[in-house]
């Protein structure tokens, strides 16, 4: 007899477990190269399928050997486009072409591959899936016992196991061997074609250097290099059943169920116990009448039959919640819930009406919240999540009731800010205690814990000034000189305490308090980072400051949400107050009108703008000019004709002139003889 196997059935080691029950004794058994070239590829992108298929290849050549069947490779490798075209047959029709030339019967396991190669007149030996009491037990099964949930198998280490439940377990050596390779390539060969004859098995995901797969109820993940420094074996399965009434608070979560809560997240640190109580509530509800469906991937929950599964369809999460939409069930069970993507299904499928129960990976509810800010509005939660439960060593630990109202948020009423605004309330529905806020500030979604918040100082920043961005002033024409603006004498450093206009706050002097002008030079470092304008800091109390900038620089050193201020604020330790520069008195336009000695000039005027800063001394135009404070000299420039220094706003020069006009400095300007 000539048989023909296809990679299916060399894969999952049908082949030589038939020859080992004596069927098919004495033939020859043809390999065609395409199967050969499949499974080189397959392991040399670390697929666990590639390895577990040459080691079906080399125990075939143990039984060639041994002369119990006649091995032969025959046929051509495929080219680069054939491999390429591998999706859609091309492999297989190599295989298949193999058979006919040679007049061999076809052996697969692919139900596919059987009907085509029926199609093609050859026979056909389709291997259907096992009968689950015809399995010998698998090599993992010494290391389970009826109190054991979780095994860990990695080469060059001891295998461990965690024992007892949930609740209270242990990690424990279970050998005092370490595992070897060659024994783990054989656990996870093993697995793998268990995994693909069992009835109940399947390979969840296979990617390069990790393989899931699902046998019943246990689950198998593989890693190996280089994904993993060595080849590690994951086996996990439920101990005992969990019942639902033996949960904290069931009767209340039941209530909740029974009310219609649209959208349920159960909530969780990684095998706290979500799965279980997932697949009890999918029991229950299934159990009171209800269509119930599932998305899992990897599909490990322990359900009914009447519950359908389902895990990524063509990869994509997102295909799935379409068909769901279209199967219209009661109640969709969506276990873990890892990537936004994922969120945003759950979202989509709430808003189209569908009931969703979720999965989710959050140390809190609070947490989980932040998550659901970040990816939907604020306003559109109560209508997603109705109910939060969060689960905590296999138990029930607390339920939370999501609702919308307006008030005033606990974060923002120590702050002192009043103003009433809509929230996000996370109730525990068995104290009636609130557990956390969500509202809007300043434009960012802010999550805050209702009770235990620390004491801050509040960020103020300018609403009417502040908003608009101003346009720069327009540039002044070449023929026509601006015109000079008058301002009043220069403000004294004695006045500078006294009450100001527009009821802004009192301001200390700061020339006696060394630490203040340490601060003040801080801060107005920190926000030069953020524009190239006047800066002028002013402290106010020992934790907060006035921060005056120009007016269409306010929004730039704000940032978007406050992200600029806040993050000067976290740095230096105290509340900032940003105000425009035309808030300051005396300051709307930065000038300074100095009277002049009689051996001085008569004065001159100082104008800020945007891009520069000008020094109108229309009496010296043409001329070079020395400019001093006091008897210091400053620097020598030249007066335009129409009687104009014109300097950089971002220059050395102006920076010192603004900084010296700050201080009050006495300013003069003199011709060079």
Request: glycine share 6%.
């Amino acid at each position: 007899m000539i048989l023909v196997p296809d990679t299916s059935v060399v894969i999952d080691g049908r082949v030589t477990a038939l020859l080992e029950k004596g069927e098919y004794r004495d033939a020859t058994i043809i390999i065609p190269e395409a199967v050969f070239a499949e499974l080189e590829a397959q392991a040399n992108q670390g697929r666990e399928i590639g390895f577990s298929g040459l080691a079906e290849l080399q125990k075939l050549c143990v039984l060639a050997k041994q002369g119990k069947i006649t091995l032969q490779y025959v046929g051509e490798r495929p080219r680069l486009e054939q491999v390429k075209l591998a999706g859609g047959g091309e492999i297989d029709s190599m295989i298949r072409a193999v058979a006919i030339e040679h007049g061999a019967t076809f052996l697969t396991s692919d139900y596919v591959q059987a009907e085509v190669a029926r199609a093609k007149g050859l026979e056909v030996i389709y291997l259907k899936s096992e009968m689950v009491n015809s399995f010998a037990p698998l090599m993992v099964d010494e290391f389970f016992d009826e109190n054991t949930f979780a095994v860990y198998l990695k080469e060059r280490v001891a295998p461990c196991a965690r024992k007892g439940t949930i609740k209270e377990s242990r990690l424990v050596q279970i050998r005092e061997a370490p595992a070897t390779e060659y024994e783990l390539r054989a656990v996870a060969q093993e697995c793998l074609e268990r995994a693909k004859r069992h009835p109940d098995g399947f390979v969840e995901v296979e990617m390069p250097g990790v393989t899931v797969s699902q046998i019943g109820s246990m689950r198998i993940t593989t890693t190996r290099p280089p994904f993993s420094d060595g080849i590690e074996i994951t086996i996990v399965r439920p101990t005992r059943e969990v019942s639902f009434e033996s949960y904290n608070y069931a009767a209340a979560l039941k209530d909740r169920l029974k009310e219609g809560a649209g959208g349920m997240l159960i909530i969780g640190t990684p095998g706290s116990g979500k799965s279980t109580l997932e697949q009890n509530i999918a029991t229950y509800l299934a159990a009171q009448n209800f269509i119930v469906k599932t998305i899992e991937s990897p599909r490990d929950l322990m359900v009914s039959d009447s519950i359908t599964q389902y895990t990524a369809l063509d990869g994509s999460i997102a295909a799935t919640g379409e068909v769901l939409t279209l199967l219209r069930p009661d109640y969709v069970v969506f276990d873990e819930m890892r990537r936004s993507d994922e969120l945003a299904v759950y979202a989509d499928l709430r808003l189209s009406g569908i009931k969703v129960i979720g999965g989710l990976h959050a140390k809190s509810a609070l947490d989980a919240m932040i998550r659901l800010s970040s990816l939907v509005d604020l306003n559109l939660i109560p209508q997603i999540v109705a109910t939060m439960v969060f689960v905590k060593a296999g138990d029930i630990s607390e339920i939370y009731n999501v609702s919308t109202g307006f008030g005033v948020p606990k974060a923002l009423e120590q702050i002192g800010d009043p103003q009433i605004r809509p929230i996000v309330r996370l109730t525990n529905i068995i104290t009636q205690e609130t557990a956390a806020e969500a509202f809007r500030y300043e434009g960012e979604v802010m999550v805050t814990p209702a009770t235990g918040l620390p004491k801050v100082t509040p960020i103020v920043v300018p609403k009417a000034k502040a908003a608009p961005v101003q346009a720069a002033p327009a540039p002044v024409p070449a023929q026509k000189a601006p015109a000079p603006v008058e301002i009043p004498e220069p403000v004294q450093q004695e006045e500078r305490s006294a009450p100001p206009v527009h009821s802004m706050p009192t301001y200390e002097v700061t020339d006696d308090n060394p630490a203040w002008l340490v601060l003040e030079k801080e801060i107005q470092n920190e926000i030069r980072r953020f524009t190239e304008g006047d800066i002028v800091v002013r402290m106010i109390t020992d934790t907060k400051a006035a921060v005056y900038i120009e007016d269409a620089d306010v929004p730039a050193a704000i940032g978007k949400a406050g992200k600029n201020i806040a993050a000067v604020v976290s740095k230096v330790g105290i509340g900032i107050d940003v105000r425009p520069l035309s808030d300051l008195p005396g300051r709307e336009v930065l000038t300074n009108d100095v009277p002049a000695p009689s051996n001085l000039s008569a004065g001159f005027k100082i104008k800020s703008e945007k891009k520069q800063l000008s020094i109108l001394c229309p009496d010296h135009a043409g001329k070079i000019v020395d400019l001093f404070s006091g008897k210091e000299y400053l620097f020598t420039a030249t007066v335009d004709d129409y009687g104009e220094i014109h300097l950089a706003r971002n220059s050395s020069i102006a920076m010192e002139m603004i900084r010296r006009y700050g201080a009050n400095e006495d300013l003069k300007i003199r011709p060079v003889d």
